[in-house]
């Protein structure tokens, strides 16, 4: 599968943003996805993960309460709808996907074997 991570942006503190994640294939929903971030000079953060069928959401405790992570498996793609945005946030964002039809979170990055370029948010004060 093939990831397209999109909708990055600048804004200030306090606003919303909503990044998308499209996949390729027809088998999409074979896969569980998450979100991971890095800012510079940092290592890669675990954000969210959503399971195979959208059923099942795990959230970093640094984004719990302002993010919300979601799917269209028709439409092949994943969401993540950022609210109350925090300079902290400011990163690279990446989807990745691995294949999981039993339901499961992953939140560690070496459980997931396909990922997206990533999309640059920036988040001034």
């Known amino acids: 599968v093939q990831l397209q991570a999109s909708g990055g942006g600048l804004l200030q503190a306090g606003g919303s943003l909503r990044l998308s994640c499209a996949a390729s294939?027809?088998?999409?929903?074979?896969?569980?996805v998450g979100w991971f971030r890095q800012a510079p000079g940092q290592e890669r953060e675990f954000v969210v993960g959503?399971?195979?069928?959208?059923?099942?959401?795990y959230y970093a405790d640094s984004v719990k309460g302002r993010f919300t992570c979601s799917r269209d498996n028709a439409k092949n793609t994943v969401y993540l709808r950022m609210n109350s945005l925090k300079p902290e946030d400011t990163a690279v964002y990446y989807c990745?996907?691995?294949?999981?039809?039993?339901?499961?979170?992953?939140?560690?990055?070496?459980?997931?074997?396909?990922w997206g370029q990533g999309t640059q948010v920036t988040v001034s004060s």
């Open positions: 990745a996907a691995r294949q999981d039809r039993d339901g499961n979170v992953w939140s560690r990055s070496r459980s997931y074997d396909y």
């Open positions: 294939g027809r088998t999409f929903s074979r896969y569980a």
């Open positions: 959503i399971s195979n069928r959208g059923d099942s959401t």
